[in-house]
């Protein structure tokens, strides 16, 4: 009985931990070093390659899989938009403002396009399959990486081994958190992550030189052109279904 009781304290004492820990990222109540920590891993995670079972034929698969089960369960293939008109609304308003409803066969038209853009859009900025894995750090006091392990893997053996393989490196650089740092504890840094890694196809507007005029033709006739303005740099992106990449984003899920 003292050892089922030993037990049974070590693992409510472990969902504690865990949703102190959690609470703690939650909260903000963690130092910036914790920032610069996930931008080194993000940084570390750059130039992954396009791994097998990621292919665009899966992306559309995945996709379609998606919004089949939302659709099912909502009626919408995004699923719920709170307070949002629906689609017949939307294009009620439109036939309205266009008088006789007439303009049934232009407003087919328009529906079509937005809802192609949508799809071009989702599609190419990875709405298909993800890899995630759960990564866990243990590190020193001054932010040496003690040990590093896979939690939960994605299903993907090269990814997970390039996930798990590129965090030393990352980390090699980053320095030692200040003193008094809030997230580091007299025992060293624990801390979990999640990294999702997914394929996108978006390129910036400005690297489309002259032998991609016949792509962006080819890409207009067809309804195909979709694009995106990206706030944080100011620039455009266009979608190019020829150079797919592989996008790591590592995000801080608890701090011990």
Known sequence: MAEERGRVGERVQGVIDDQKASLRVANGLIDPYFSRLREALEKGLENAPVFPGTSLLNQVKTSW??????????????????????????LQALQNRSGDGSGDYSMNQLRGRVQAGDEL???AGGGGAKLIVTLELHQDT???????????????????????NAVPSSLAKLGAPPDGAR?????????LWSVEGRVVYFRKLKELKGQDSLYVATAVAAGMLAGRFEETTGEIEVVDFRNPRFVCQPRLLRVY
């Open 65 to 90: 899989a998606a919004q089949s089960k939302n659709y099912g369960a909502t009626g919408s293939p995004g699923g719920p938009i709170p307070n949002a008109p629906t689609g017949s609304e939307q």
């Open 121 to 123: 859009q989702k599609l």
């Open 142 to 164: 001054d932010g040496t990486l003690r040990d590093a392990k896979l939690v939960t893997l994605s299903g993907n053996p090269a990814y997970d081994a390039f996930v798990l």
């Open 183 to 191: 997230g580091v504890q007299a025992t060293g840094i624990h801390t």
